[in-house]
């Protein structure tokens, strides 16, 4: 079945420092989606990506859709505390299709 | 606007008893998608429902687990003679309608365990 990577799987980082992650897929997903899970909650949306190339901004977060429409990136910039969590990129082929999501990558950030 | 609510947020089951999470989709949704979630694993997808109807079930074990999404009232994640394996979290989100544009949100979860 399809499958989404993410890498790194997990990170440790320094406050203050910025902060890159990716998702890559065997298929070509018409939607990126970039979610973040903190301990004991649901997935709460960050970014939705709808078209290729497209770069989207949520205050320090910044999302980009590959052009190969098979890859997707998340920035976080000036990374804080409470940006600790695990992030999961989510994909979807088409508007019919269910929305597949990957491992995660779980983001430390040291005071 | 509430958001997806589900409930129980932690419920405690025996082995062998039967265990019924309820989902509340956002209000105006008409979709509903259930997620299971292992310790230190991503969220794997069990079954989509609209209402009165399951649209895809690939995800769910061929047997012990049912889902429903009545015309009124929650939809249901319906887990019958519980094992250990089945301890997780169980996730459900909702969908306005299939246009592409339109994500899913999250309620909070149950979590799940099986003694």
């Known amino acids: 079945g399809q499958q989404l990577n993410q890498s790194p799987q997990s990170m440790f980082i320094q406050e203050g420092e910025d902060v890159s992650m990716n998702c890559t897929s065997s298929s070509i997903f018409n939607t990126w989606l970039w979610y973040k899970q903190e301990p004991g909650e649901g997935p709460v949306l960050l970014i939705a990506?709808?078209?290729?190339?497209e770069l989207t901004s949520n205050g320090r977060l910044t999302a980009q859709f590959g052009i190969t429409r098979k890859d997707s990136f998340l920035n976080i910039s000036a990374s804080i505390p409470s940006d600790v969590g695990i992030y999961f990129c989510?994909?979807?082929?088409?508007?019919?299709?269910?929305?597949?999501f990957g491992p995660g990558t779980s983001l430390s950030v040291i005071p | 606007n509430a958001g997806v609510m589900q409930n129980p947020r932690h419920l405690v089951r025996r082995r062998g008893q039967e265990a019924r999470l309820r989902c509340s989709p956002m209000?105006?949704?008409?979709?509903v998608y259930w997620y299971r979630q292992l310790p230190e694993e991503g969220l794997k997808f069990m079954v989509y429902l609209q209402k009165e109807n399951i649209i895809d079930e690939s995800g769910m074990p061929k047997e012990r687990f049912s889902a429903e999404f009545p015309k009124e009232g929650p939809s249901i994640l319906r887990i019958q003679q519980v094992v250990r394996g089945d301890s997780a979290a169980y996730f459900c989100?909702?969908?306005?309608?299939?246009?592409?544009?339109?994500?899913?949100?999250f309620g909070p979860g149950t979590r799940l365990l099986v003694l």
């Open positions: 209000k105006g949704h008409s979709h």
């Open positions: 989100a909702s969908s306005p309608n299939l246009d592409s544009k339109e994500t899913q949100y």
């Open positions: 989510a994909g979807r082929k088409t508007s019919y299709d269910k929305v597949i």
């Open positions: 990506l709808y078209k290729a190339g």
